[in-house]
């Protein structure tokens, strides 16, 4: 069983429509979650970062964490044809003092139709 | 800034070849890590290192090498291509407790 598991789609919405992006993960260890966006044949880049459990918005975007259930979501609003990529968690258990090692989900690719 | 610059950009290899893979940042970071992605696994990270000396392993280090002789740098070594290790490698780098970015990328194929 991987560490973190995330549906790889793909997914296809309409322009405009709220989008729910989920990983569930194992290992309790984990303090720090992050969702990246890699757009094709690009490097990922960071999205939304979360520390323990809560919400945090950002504009059209809002990451969630869940630690009792060992569940994060990413939720994007109004979608637009510019938001389709690649979307992958990420999460680490080590304190911010020292090296971070990342454990991503596999992807889910979303495409949002005009 | 160029950020997190990485080279080549595609690669092909035959087996038993060895190469190197280069990243630089120009962001002063002390931490750099290097990851490489397959279709359906995610990024799953090689190698690793804290700063100018010191590296360690990650969760899929067998057939590479590291080293960091300064900040800046951080080559990875694949000492004798297996077709196995054709691959979407990617380089990062963080300032300690930062936010990490990664380069573009390097494509390689090993026939």
């Known amino acids: 069983q991987k560490e973190v598991e995330q549906d790889p789609g793909p997914l296809s919405v309409p322009e405009g429509a709220i989008v729910s992006l989920n990983c569930t993960y194992s290992?309790?260890?984990?303090?720090?979650f992050m969702w990246y966006r890699q757009y094709s044949r690009k490097g990922p880049e960071l999205l939304m970062y979360?520390?323990?459990?809560g919400n945090k918005e950002d504009g059209r975007f809002t990451a969630q964490v869940d630690k009792s259930s060992k569940y994060i979501s990413l939720f994007i609003r109004d979608s637009q044809p510019s938001d389709s990529a690649t979307y992958l968690c990420?999460?680490?258990?080590?304190?911010?003092?020292?090296?971070?090692?990342?454990?991503f989900g596999s992807g889910t690719q979303l495409t949002v139709l005009p | 800034n160029a950020g997190v610059t990485q080279t080549p950009k595609f690669q092909v290899l035959k087996t038993g070849q060895s190469m190197t893979l280069q990243c630089a940042q120009d962001?002063?970071?002390?931490?750099m890590s290097w990851y490489r992605q397959d279709p359906g696994m995610g990024l799953r990270l090689i190698h690793y290192?804290?700063?100018?000396?010191?590296?360690d392993q990650g969760e899929v280090p067998n057939g590479y090498n590291v080293s960091r002789s300064t900040t800046e740098d951080f080559p990875l070594r694949l000492l004798s291509a297996a077709p196995s290790q054709t691959s979407v490698y990617f380089c990062?780098?963080?300032?300690?407790?930062?936010?990490?970015?990664f380069g573009p990328g390097t494509r390689l194929t090993v026939l």
């Open positions: 990062a780098s963080s300032s300690q407790g930062g936010e990490q970015f």
């Open positions: 290992n309790s260890a984990f303090q720090y």
């Open positions: 979360t520390y323990s459990s």
């Open positions: 990420a999460m680490s258990g080590v304190s911010s003092g020292s090296a971070r090692q990342l454990t």
């Open positions: 962001m002063n970071h002390e931490y």
């Open positions: 290192s804290v700063g100018a000396g010191i590296t």
